[in-house]
Each structure stands twice: as structure tokens, then as C-alpha cells.
């Protein structure tokens, strides 16, 4: 009793009114501190609470690149607005510990400092504020962690942290150790060096111990109260306190004096907490307790009388003696420990072997299963096999038939493979579907572009009437055959060896080296030369005007329905329509067309952006302003040239002429009187198809195929009525059509190796005999014979129109 009221004497008083900080970083073990001090502090009455979270110090600012910024070289506003994300971040982590106090009905105060070193700057705002309690939260750490990592930050803030302020560590929810204060505040200002002696041992490996902090008059006392006791009196003193904290620690963790020691049933409470459920480690740790303290009173009792002497010469030898026995202890713990863990290993190597053994169990039930399975199956591939066996022995009698049958379809195929290998060696003779002419024929048919041959003249090239191979044609020539008037000829060349009508002017043949394209001849020349009456010639008569609008109108058609890709003309005019000697129209140089896109649902619908080209006053306006082509392009053009065939004037501003004389009632003025008498009904309904066809706007002119041609049609159909018979049928072939040996129209034209086209069965025969050309009685290099598609598709065209 005399000790214990000595010892009480050391206790210093709480401080009024009673402040209890708690240090939160927003981990689990921040959660466990504030849970343990709500418990604690509660029930003792008035308790001021505050949470201390110490946030480091702002100087550098993260960028997205992951490199910081040192925060005088930003922005102000940058500087800022990251402070206000650091605030929200901080307010948010403290959010959660704020309401566990207010479901606590407990006024908690959140103080956030600034500081490199967390110890340091809650050390210093501990002396600030005066804190008389501290409570940290610490996560469990052995011994070798604490070795190689250092002290943990509670260690560190009970060492850092002044002498007035009482320290409460706990770990997982439970007290670890507790740093008892040793003074007032207004004693630790006058106290020039206070000496913190503290230590603490993890959960696992060591006691907590309680940490005792004095000045040297405490420290002179308690050296003085040892030399006065025995050391019997000592022991019985350190049994005591050992005895009286364990005790304690069950119930609650009460505030100790400065010479008390913390208790070892509190730290044998927690390292048994864990094996409650197994009886047999339960009662070997007692066991090894009961040891433990057996053999420390053994201990002690032993170096009794050294521990007198020693004490009576030196104060330190007992705090040697004290240590080494601490460490003697933690060494038998470590051992415990180590038996436990071992015996731990020992359990769960046990479960998974029985874990495993239950799992060969279960696969040996699977193996059986399966092997019952394939024995099923194995009688079921038996009877499969057999079934397939003879299953195959009829395969193999078919296949034998139908090897035979397939030997008889091989001979079949051969025979024809070598006849299909014969016309693909004639087609491979030939190059082009189109006659190639030498330079030299070209420029002995012109007589040397001779001028009074010529018969037109363009932007692109001239036009020489001349007779080749007996044939009158008409031969295209450019002035130049580089840049773009080799691109003109080449289009041209493309187009009209590829598509065939019969209004689309004829290609016979060309001279790629030189520029030269050949064509057939039309006697009547241009539309426009018609139009005008060049030369005198006889006008056109309203009727035919009607078919000729209908026959460029099917042409037109044809071209922007050509496949796989639409073509569209772009210089359609009166003078590239050109009639042959019964006034027939056929569409002339094309060299200016160009290939829609033929990936567009709707021909009326396609477009293409290209460089603006045609003729002044047939170009589609929209053209013009957009640099956008589409077959509507060609459709104002095509209404114009109608517009031209019903006044025979001038294509400047007609449109607008003629739609004044509609208003007006005054159409039959303007109509060109050479043609005959106009029917007035038919020809208004053509004036305004016509007016349709050349608005200004793409969207308001209709559709050729499906609005305008039908009309025309129509009407042809009653021009040809009015006329009084049906369309003429002209007899008269082409002379390129006749064969120069038979003389008349040729049913299968063949080129020779002379380079003159001929009927089939006449020069066949004629190479049976001879070996000389029968045109130019030159001997022939070969008897191949390529067929001409070119002249036959139009020979084609010319009967299907004459029938």
C-alpha cells in the first residue's frame, strides 16, 4: 500500500477542460484510433475533440505528363485552384471520421496542419495547442519490419511529442501501448531538457510497454526510492504492476502513473485472441505462460543478491539487469511463436492433404465413369465401323461409275478447251477492236492535209474527208499529241471503242503514235451547218427536226445509262451532231465525256467535280458556279439545241426568247418558217419540254429517261403520222460496209494481214488460192483472220434500223 500511494503521488493531473487529439491520414488504422477514443473518452464526461491530419506542404504542382512544377512558376489561379483540390480532397478523407463522431453525438473539431515531418509538425502544434491527449492509430509490424523500415510514425511522435501530452497508440482496434505525460504545460516550458525514454513492442514478437518520460529531479527520485528498497521489495513491486495491468487491460486501458509498467496480460490477450477456437493451443499458451512467469520469479530470485549489490554500487546495473531479462523474454515469446506458427502450418498441411486426397477420390469416380462411357462408345464405334465398311464398299462402286463417267466429261472438256483456246488466240491477235492505220495511209488519203479536204476545224484538231481502204472516212487529227490533247484523244479513243448505237458517231479505226482517229463519213455534215443552210443545202423539215431530237435524245440516254460507269458528253452542241445521207443523227467527239461514280444508286443523282469545260452557252450553269458535272449537265445543253431547232437562231439567250414568246402568244412567230407548217399543239408541248430542260437550277429540269424521252418519243411517233408513212428505209449501205471482193453487205467482217477488211467466206476462199492481198496484190506475211467487232456491230445497227 505504501508503494502504490507513493507511485500514485507521480501521476500527474489531467488538464482542464480535458483535450483529446486524434491523428487521422485516412487509412483503416486512422479508423480504429478514432472508434478506440469515442469508446475511451465518452464516458469520462466534457471531452473536446479534434481531428489532427497533417497535410504536406504545397511547393511543386503535378502535371498530366506525370513530372511536377515547382508552384512559384504557375499561375496564380493554377496555384489556387490545385490548394482548393488539396482542401476538397482533405475535407473529403476527413468526411467519414467526422460522422463517426456525430452517430456518436460528439462535437469533433477538424485542425489541418501543414508540415514536411509528420511528427515534428503535430509535436509542434501540440505545444501550441496543448493537447493532454494524444491518440494514433499504428498498423501491427514484427520485428525484422521494424528492422530493415525504421520506427514506425507512432514511435516517432512519441518520441517528438511534448512531455505534458499523454500518447495513445492503438493497432487494430486495440490499446498498444500508451507514453504516460510526466508534466504540465506550465512545467514543460520551464524544463530545459526533457529526456523521453519509450519503447514499445509489436503484437507478435513483445509486450507493449508502457513509456515513462521525467526530468532529472524525477529521474533522481525514483534512483533514490531504489537505493532505499530492498530488492525483494523491488520484485514484489514488478510483479505487482505485471499483475495489476493484466488485470486492468481486459476491462479498459486506465491512464497508469510514470513508474508503472504496462501490463503483460493485455499483450497475452492479444497474441491468444486468434486461437480461442482451438482448445489444445489455448492450453499450451497457458501453459507456456504460467512457465514464462515461473521462470521470470525463478529469475529473479536467483540474481537476488547480485541485483542488491550491484544496486547499492551502481544505479545503472539494474537497468542493465531489467534489459536483459526483457530481452531473455522476448527471446522465449519469439520461440512460442515460432512453435505456433509451425503447429499452424502443421494444421493447414493437414486440411490440404485431406483436401487433396478428397480430390483423387472424386477423380478416380470420374476416371471409372469415363472408362465405363468409352467401353459403351467403343461398342457403338464398332457397330459404326461396320455400318461405314459397308457403307464404303458401295462409295467405291460409285466411284469406280463415276470415275468412268467423269473420264467421258474430261474428253468432253478437252475438246472443248482446245476450241475455246482457238478463239481466245484470235481475240489475243487482236490488240483493239478498232483498225490500226499507219501514218503514212493517212497522209497519202489527205494528200497531205491538203486544205480542200478539210471539212471542220476545232479547239483540238482538224477534220480531213479522204478515202481509206476503199472506204470513205473522215480523219481527226490534233494539233498536238502531248498534255492534254493526247488525254482528249486517248478518252475519245476509250469511249467510242467500247460503246456502240446507232446515233454515236462510228469509229473505223485510229493511229495512236500520231494523234490520227478515223471515222466514218457523214455526207450531210453538222446539224448546226443544216440549221444555218451552209452551202446552200435544203433546210430541215419540222418532222425531221422532231425524230432528230428524239434520236440525240436515245443517244444521250444511252451514255448516261452505259455501263458499269455513266458517261457524261460535256460538249453537246449542234455542230458535234452530225448527219449522214438520209439525214440520220449520230453524237460526235466525245473527247470531252467523263466517267461518273458507279457506286451511285440513281443516274440522276450523280455528280463529279471536275475542271469546267464545253462551249459558251451550252454549259450547264450550275456547272459553272459549282464545278460540279452530272447528266443534268448535259440535259440543259440538249434543251437548248431543241430550243435551236424550233427557231434555228442562235443559242445566246434563246431560252429567255422563247419563254417571252410563250407568254405572249407568239411562238408561231419565232418558229423557224423554212422547216413547213408547224403543228402548233406539239410544237408548244416541245418549246416548253424544251424550257424545262434548260433551267437554270439542276433540281428543277426533269429526268431524260423517265420525263423527257418519252415525250419525244411521243411526239416523233406523230411527226412521222403527219408526214404520212413511215420512217424511210434507206437501202443504201455505207461503203465501208461493202466487202471488196463479194460487193455487198458483210454478214462476218475479218481483218487480213493486208490490213483491209473483208467478208469472211470471200477471203478465206481467196487465201485458199492465193497468197497475194487482193487489194493490194502484195504477198501476204500470215493467213491469220482476226474478226472486226467494230464494223460488225455497226452493220449490225444499220440492218436492225433498215428492216
Known sequence: MEIQEEEETHIPQPLSPLTVAIVVNGNRDSKYAVKWALEKFIPEGRISFKLLHVRPRITRIPTPMGNFIPISKVREDVADAYRKEIEWRVSTMLLPFRQMCAQRQVEVEPLVIEGDDVAEAISEEANKSSFSKLVVGASSRNAITRKFKGPDLATRISECAPSFCTIYVVSRGKLSSVRVATSSPEESTELASDEAISFSESNSSSYPLRTVTGGSDTYLSEHRQFRSSSLPLQRHRAISTVNYSSGNSLSSSTEIGPHNSVSLGSEVDTLSHGFTDDASETSSYRTFQAENESWFYNRMSATDTQTEISLSECPEDLSFEVERLRIELRHAQG?????????????????????????????????????????????????????????????????????????????????????????????????????????????????????????????????????????????????????????????????????????????????????????????????????????????????????????????????????????????????????????????????????????????????????????????????????????????????????????????????????????????????????????????????????????????????????????????????????????????????????????????????????????????????????????????????????????????????????
Not at 508 to 528: F, H, I, K, Q, R
Request: with cysteine; hydrophobic share 40%; charged share 25%.
Open 335 to 803: 520461440m512460442y511463436a515460432m512453435a505456433r506458427d509451425e503447429a499452424v502450418d502443421a494444421s493447414r498441411k493437414a486440411i490440404e492433404l485431406r483436401n487433396r486426397q478428397m480430390e483423387e477420390v472424386n477423380r478416380l469416380k470420374e476416371i471409372r465413369l469415363r472408362e465405363e462411357k468409352a467401353q459403351e462408345l467403343a461398342k457403338l464405334e464398332k457397330g459404326m465401323c461396320e455400318a461405314a465398311n459397308r457403307e464404303a464398299e458401295y462409295a467405291r462402286e460409285c466411284v469406280e461409275r463415276e470415275i468412268s463417267e467423269r473420264r467421258d466429261a474430261d474428253n468432253r472438256a478437252l475438246r472443248e478447251a482446245q476450241v475455246k483456246h482457238k478463239i481466245e488466240s484470235l481475240i489475243a491477235c487482236l490488240e483493239h477492236q478498232y483498225q490500226k492505220f499507219s501514218w503514212e495511209e493517212i497522209v497519202s488519203a489527205t494528200s497531205s492535209f491538203s486544205d480542200s479536204l478539210k471539212i471542220g476545224s476545232g479547239a483540238y484538231g482538224s477534220v480531213y474527208k479522204c478515202s481509206l481502204r476503199h472506204t470513205m472516212a473522215a480523219v481527226k487529227v490534233l494539233h498536238s499529241n502531248e498534255g492534254h490533247q493526247a488525254k482528249h484523244f486517248q478518252q475519245e479513243l476509250d469511249i467510242l471503242n467500247r460503246i456502240r448505237h446507232p446515233h454515236l458517231l462510228l469509229l473505223l479505226g485510229a493511229c495512236p503514235d500520231e494523234g490520227c482517229l478515223v471515222y466514218e463519213y457523214m455526207e450531210n455534215g453538222s446539224l448546226e451547218d443544216r440549221l444555218l443552210q451552209k452551202n446552200g443545202t435544203p433546210p430541215l423539215p419540222w418532222f425531221d427536226r422532231f425524230r432528230i431530237a428524239w434520236e440525240v435524245a436515245s443517244a444521250l440516254v444511252f451514255l448516261h445509262n452505259s455501263k458499269p460507269t455513266p458517261i457524261v458528253h460535256r460538249d453537246l452542241k449542234p455542230a458535234n451532231i452530225l448527219l449522214d445521207r438520209n439525214l440520220t443523227s449520230k453524237i460526235g467527239d466525245v473527247g470531252l465525256s467523263t466517267l461518273l461514280p458507279s457506286n451511285i444508286s440513281t443516274i440522276s443523282t450523280a455528280y463529279k467535280e471536275t475542271s469546267l469545260v464545253g462551249t459558251f452557252c451550252y454549259v450547264d450553269p450550275e456547272y459553272v458556279r459549282t464545278g460540279v458535272v452530272s447528266s443534268k449537265s448535259d440535259l440543259y445543253a440538249f434543251g437548248i439545241i431543241i430550243l435551236q431547232l424550233l427557231t434555228a437562231k442562235p443559242a445566246m439567250a434563246l431560252a429567255n426568247y422563247v419563254e417571252t414568246a410563250l407568254e405572249g402568244g407568239k411562238l408561231e412567230e419565232i418558229l423557224d418558217l423554212t422547216a413547213g407548217k408547224w403543228p402548233l399543239e406539239e410544237t408548244q408541248e416541245l418549246a416548253l419540254l424544251a424550257l424545262g430542260c434548260a433551267e437554270l437550277r439542276r433540281r428543277d429540269r426533269p429526268d431524260l429517261k423517265t420525263n423527257v424521252f418519252p415525250v419525244l418519243e411521243r411526239l416523233k411517233e406523230k411527226a412521222d403520222l403527219s408526214r404520212g408513212s413511215i420512217p424511210q428505209v434507206h437501202c443504201v449501205p455505207p461503203s465501208h460496209f461493202i466487202c471488196p471482193i463479194f460487193q455487198d453487205v458483210m454478214e462476218n467482217p475479218c481483218v487480213a494481214a493486208d490490213g483491209y477488211t473483208y467478208e469472211h467466206r470471200a477471203i478465206d476462199k481467196w487465201l485458199s488460192m492465193n497468197d497475194k492481198s487482193p487489194m493490194t496484190n502484195l504477198p501476204m506475211p500470215h493467213k491469220n483472220l482476226v474478226p472486226n467487232f467494230t464494223l460488225l456491230s455497226a452493220i449490225m445497227e444499220w440492218k436492225s434500223g433498215n428492216q
